[in-house]
């Protein structure tokens, strides 16, 4: 609503957001997806939502931001550095649960499977256009 108000007439609205669903890994590893449980629990109560990204499109319309459209961007550990896509990916979730995760280690093992090719990771981001009227 904030953007829309402060956007002038024929302004454009670009909104780029990531969704926990977005999120592949083969093999998967059991420590990933524990990061992402506790951290998608923790932001929930604190009233965040690690699956924003699915819904921007209908957020921008129910403000009445025309020409709307959405796409999914894919960034894969063969097309990224390796500690580009990591924090992208954990980094954030690793800063909500402190200390509670041996983030090093684990950072450690993906980034060797990665480097041999026995690892991919592979996640989204939504991009969300909007036009004020």
Same mark, same amino acid.
């Given at each position: 609503?904030?953007?829309?108000?402060?956007?002038?007439?024929?302004?454009?609205?670009?909104?780029?957001?990531?969704?926990?669903?977005?999120?592949?890994?083969?093999?998967?590893?059991?420590?990933?997806?524990?990061?992402?449980?506790?951290?998608?629990?923790?932001?929930?109560?604190?009233?965040? %939502?690690?699956?924003? $990204?699915?819904?921007?499109?209908?957020? @921008? +319309?129910?403000?009445?931001?025309?020409? !709307? #459209?959405?796409?999914?961007?894919?960034?894969?550990?063969?097309?990224?550095?390796?500690?580009?896509?990591?924090?992208?990916?954990?980094?954030?979730?690793?800063?909500?649960?402190?200390?509670?995760?041996?983030?090093?280690?684990?950072?450690? %093992?993906?980034?060797? $499977?990665?480097?041999?090719?026995?690892? @991919? +990771?592979?996640?989204?981001?939504?991009? !969300? #256009?909007?036009?004020?009227?």
């Amino acid at each position: 609503r904030e953007a829309y108000r402060v956007l002038r007439p024929g302004g454009r609205l670009c909104a780029v957001d990531s969704d926990d669903g977005l999120v592949l890994m083969h093999p998967d590893d059991i420590r990933v997806a524990s990061v992402m449980e506790q951290a998608q629990r923790l932001q929930a109560a604190k009233g965040g %939502d690690r699956f924003i $990204g699915r819904s921007l499109q209908s957020k @921008l +319309i129910s403000v009445d931001f025309s020409s !709307v #459209t959405s796409r999914v961007l894919s960034l894969t550990s063969s097309e990224l550095p390796f500690d580009v896509l990591f924090n992208i990916l954990l980094g954030y979730k690793a800063a909500l649960l402190g200390g509670e995760v041996d983030i090093k280690s684990l950072r450690k %093992d993906l980034a060797a $499977g990665v480097d041999a090719g026995t690892q @991919l +990771i592979a996640a989204g981001v939504f991009v !969300v #256009t909007g036009v004020k009227a």
